[in-house]
């Protein structure tokens, strides 16, 4: 079945302020200088793990060749878990711009998306993962020549 839309979370602490542009990581853009990464990574994504997916950006984001070699590509199982992600990375990791990650909805089973309980959990991440390394193979243009699931 389709799992309803995920309400964000109440902060414990107000959001963290936007950096001056000095503390900005580089744009991606200027990091990569045309060159398409070759690595590829597929990480399946689901609240309420979306503090760490936010901490792993804002650190990802931080470090140049991290951002020169591998594409970061988010796998979430709804498209309003895409919002609520959005919404929670611009108050955790205000230096996280859109262009450091891709968010990738992964396709419905036939079947609906099992139980999420038990090894089931696995199942879906297993299954998003590799709708996310599907994602990268089905590129055209800057398609990596690694994938990475995680």
Known sequence: GTRPP??????????KPRPSPEEMPLPVDDVRQG???????????????????????????ACPGAVKAMSVFIVFTIPDDVAVFREALACRAPTVTDDVWT????????????????????????????????????????????????
């Open 103 to 150: 968010p990738v909805v992964a396709k419905k089973p036939a079947s609906g998306w099992i139980t999420p309980s038990g090894s089931g959990n696995q199942i879906i991440a297993a299954y998003k993962k590799w709708h996310g390394l599907a994602h990268m193979m089905d590129m055209e243009e800057g398609a990596p020549e690694y994938g990475l699931l995680v």
């Open 35 to 61: 060159e398409a990464p070759k690595v590829g990574l597929s990480m399946a994504l689901h609240p309420p793990k979306f503090h760490s997916a936010g901490a792993f950006l804002e650190q990802y984001a």
């Open 6 to 15: 995920v309400k964000l979370p109440k902060l414990k602490s107000k959001c």
